[in-house]
């Protein structure tokens, strides 16, 4: 009976320090720092994928919108999402971070809505039935083309906190082609307010160069925010 009662003892022992070492991980695993790789390779794959979605609308400018075009938007759509939900979630159960949570959150966000409204100008496509493209929204969708090229060198930035000189060369770049898009953009509202088009045309036409210029606006913030980002930790 005395060494069944120690067995037991022994195991009620046991049990208790796996729960307290289950407990320790735990609490460690939440409060120690994720490896920096993890937080900086999302915001990779986020810009990659602004890349692909406007290589789809330089497309969709050059062929018109269809149905087998509409849908690759659509995925790219949802991987975006999907990537920025895995930044917040990954954020929500990290105590320390490799940058400030609020920085994280806003690059995430970010890229998610550049992606966003890029589909979101191929769908107004769809749904306000424009079969063939102006040549505006061809420039406009070489000139964000040319905005998203940069994302991928600017994110990686983050991993560099020491380059200023390079984050600022590049917020600078951006400038200077957001700069191009809205003189773009200031010609084609001049064009479509001409009286030259129906009331209805001017209308669909205004609200998908105002989602193009969004997501070029929103390039330019993900560059400001990068550069903050470094001269924060420079």
Do not use: W
Not at 203 to 224: G, P, Q
């Amino acid at each position: 009976m005395a060494t069944c009662g120690c067995y037991v003892a022994c195991g009620r022992y046991i049990v208790r320090l796996r729960q307290r070492n289950y407990f320790m991980f735990g609490f460690l695993k939440k409060i120690l720092p994720p490896p920096t790789e993890e937080f900086f390779a999302l915001f990779e794959e986020a810009a990659n994928n602004c890349t692909e979605t406007a290589k789809l609308f330089c497309r969709v400018s050059d062929e018109g919108i269809s149905d087998a075009l509409l849908e690759e938007a659509r995925v790219l759509k949802q991987r975006s999402n999907g990537i920025a939900k895995s930044a917040l979630r990954k954020l929500n159960s990290t105590f320390i971070t490799p940058i400030d949570r609020e920085d994280i959150q806003s690059l995430a966000n970010l890229l998610n809505k550049i992606t966003k409204r890029i589909v979101r100008a191929c769908a107004n496509l769809h749904i306000y039935q424009v079969e063939s493209t102006t040549t505006e929204i061809k420039s406009q969708a070489a000139n964000l083309k040319e905005a998203v090229d940069e994302l991928i060198p600017i994110v990686r930035l983050i991993r560099r906190t020491s380059h200023v000189d390079e984050a600022t060369n590049l917020n600078s770049r951006m400038k200077e082609i957001e700069s191009k898009g809205d003189d773009i953009l200031n010609q084609t509202m001049a064009k479509l307010f001409s009286n030259t088009m129906s009331p209805l045309d001017v209308m669909k036409y205004r609200e998908i160069h105002k989602d193009i210029e969004s997501a070029l606006n929103c390039c330019y913030d993900v560059s400001d925010e990068v550069l903050s980002v470094v001269l924060k930790y420079s």
